[in-house]
């Protein structure tokens, strides 16, 4: 096939049966509110969000014990970080992989299917048995379906915040880049509560024999209702003509790098310290504080529930400083709060309690601000024509270099050198960020 049918054959999706009976048993057709798209936005990201959280805590508190009974703890929670990785090398695979699905079967279909495999592969987690029952066919088990989970998370992708972004008054464009960002620590608040919930309420014996279970199959119901949120909106006939007008349609990949294949690098780069920071201040801190017994493993989910509850203010007060300063400059300046938080990270271990609760609620704050405009500061700079795909792309590849490996290498230095290693992790995805920002600046300038 030439490229110029390619790309012709992405411009405009084809409408299915699947899709029609889809838009006749959801679509109302009586129009699409800003209001909508930000709820949408928020319900479906909180929902991807709870899915990697879950996952998160249950590589501390479950994972080695139930997977990796055969090693010691510290052991055993690295090889659960290593498994926690492949759905973020999986995610660009998905991205990619569903963009064709979309183009053959159209929108709805694609996010049906995406968020069904998205759904069993979460279940499929709930239902395996440990590495007692299978042997190590429980870790190839649990490896693959953690990379079903990557592949559907990146062909969830719907557009809804590119749309919110593109049609955001000019003096509010750093507000509406941080709506889909309150995901995140709305969905670190329910998968954190309601493993805080089962741990507190159960013995050892049997949170471990079937109470985490729970968690995976609530993210499966939560999907559900994500599923008819966001299909509600992406099938109507309204939603389509806004994303056609804003040129919100896949484009070819080969075509996307070759003309702003930098772009790419560059926005994953320049949202590297606030990715780095994502893992760092809610997977990582649990799994060294439960794995040196420093605090009871419920107090710290319980400072984390709080830390999240911050972010959320961090958050929405990210989109007010970006609309007074500047998104690039807000994520800039949070770069190097960062740079300088990092330098505190040895007190995780040697400070007592109240330091290291201190450490996590600044840190969810600094995260909340940083990453409230981590998403939208660089996929600006893409045309029109190229913004779909662009933005997902770009956030699967941060995801990938900035917390696919963040609570497995922050763990290991840890372990093996001392926190102050993951102070020059930190660090180094600070520097980035800065190094990305003033690239972008310089390629601005000269275009």
């Known amino acids: 096939m030439s490229s110029t049918t390619f790309s012709e054959s992405y411009a405009e999706p084809s409408t299915t049966q699947m899709e029609r009976d889809v838009r006749l048993t959801t679509a109302d057709h009586s129009g699409v509110a800003p209001s909508e798209i930000a709820v949408g936005v928020i319900i479906g990201r909180a929902s991807e969000y709870f899915d990697f959280f879950v996952y998160g805590i249950a590589s501390v508190?479950?994972?080695?014990?139930?997977?990796?009974?055969f090693t010691n703890r510290l052991e055993g929670t690295l090889w659960a970080f290593l498994i926690f990785s492949f759905a973020f090398i999986a995610r660009p695979i998905g991205t990619i992989s569903f963009m064709a699905i979309q183009n053959r079967w159209g929108r709805g279909a694609k996010?049906?299917?995406?968020?069904?495999?998205?759904g069993f592969s979460t279940a499929g987690i709930a239902f395996l048995p440990g590495y007692a029952n299978l042997g190590f066919a429980s870790i190839v088990f649990l490896s693959v379906l953690r990379f079903m989970q990557g592949i559907a998370l990146g062909g969830s992708w719907d557009g809804l915040p590119s749309l919110l972004a593109l049609n955001a008054p000019a003096k509010r464009r750093g507000w509406y880049a941080m709506i889909p960002q309150l995901g995140a620590p709305i969905g670190f608040i329910i998968a954190a509560g309601l493993f805080l919930f089962l741990h507190s309420s159960l013995s050892v014996a049997d949170f471990l024999d079937w109470g985490w279970r729970y968690t995976f199959y609530v993210a499966?119901?939560?999907?559900?209702?994500?599923?008819f949120a966001r299909l509600r909106l992406v099938v109507t006939n309204e939603y389509e003509a806004m994303l056609k007008e804003r040129e919100l349609e896949?484009?070819?990949?080969?075509?996307l790098i070759k003309a702003r294949g930098s772009n790419l690098f560059i926005g994953a780069f320049a949202a590297l310290a606030s990715y780095a920071l994502f893992h760092l201040v809610t997977v990582f801190p649990l799994s060294w504080i439960?794995?040196?017994?420093?605090?009871?493993?419920?107090?710290?989910?319980?400072?984390?529930?709080?830390g999240a509850f911050i972010a959320i203010f961090a958050t929405m007060a990210s989109g007010r400083l970006a609309d007074r300063i500047g998104r690039r400059n807000t994520l800039g300046g949070l770069a190097v709060l960062i740079a300088i938080f990092s330098g505190i990270m040895p007190f995780l271990s040697n400070g007592g309690p109240i330091i290291q609760d201190a450490f996590i609620l600044v840190g969810f704050a600094l995260l909340g601000l940083s990453y409230g405009?981590?998403?939208?500061?660089v996929t600006s700079n893409f045309a029109a024509h190229y913004r779909y795909t662009g933005a997902a792309l770009t956030s699967d590849?941060?995801?990938?270099?900035?917390?696919?490996?963040a609570p497995l290498v922050a763990l290991s230095l840890s372990a093996h050198f001392g926190v102050g290693y993951v102070s020059l992790?930190?660090?180094?995805?600070?520097?980035?960020?800065?190094?990305?920002?003033?690239v972008n600046r310089t390629l601005e300038m000269r275009g």
């Open 425 to 438: 992790y930190l660090l180094s995805g600070a520097v980035c960020t800065l190094v990305a920002l003033k």
């Open 397 to 405: 590849l941060a995801w990938l270099l900035g917390a696919a490996f």
């Open 61 to 69: 508190l479950v994972f080695p014990a139930v997977f990796f009974p």
């Open 290 to 306: 439960a794995l040196n017994a420093s605090q009871e493993v419920n107090a710290v989910l319980t400072i984390q529930i709080i």
């Open 111 to 118: 996010l049906t299917i995406s968020l069904f495999l998205l």
């Open 373 to 377: 405009q981590a998403a939208g500061a």
């Open 220 to 227: 499966f119901a939560i999907n559900v209702v994500a599923l």
């Open 250 to 255: 896949p484009t070819p990949v080969g075509e």
